[in-house]
């Protein structure tokens, strides 16, 4: 018998939520500049290194990250460029989301200016 496949919003919503940690998304910017050796990674999100190595595997495990062995370190990078642009995508998306706060807030202080001087 084969397994019953996933539908493709299932999968990626397996995706997503495997993206849902602070730390891997740290590491997948980090990494969209290149490849980085773990102790570079260690120093720029600042965390112990059980929790790094944690996240990585996950990463790892997904496929969304390679890594290799140069003598004694180990050094990480993005599997493609597609989460590099999956990332900026985000930021877009979150940009749009807090102009449109922004923008929300605006009226909302000038309503309640008005009621003020009303």
Sequence with gaps: MSPTPVPLYQAKAEFFRMLGHPVRIRVLELLSDGPLPVRELLAAIEIEPS???????????????????????????????????LLLAARRVLSGLLVGQQELLAELRGAEEQEVGA
């Design 51 to 85: 929790s790094l190595s944690q996240q990585l595997a996950v990463l790892r495990r997904s496929g969304i990250v390679t890594a290799t062995r140069e003598s004694s370190t180990v050094v990480y990078e993005l599997a493609g460029g597609d989460v590099a642009e």
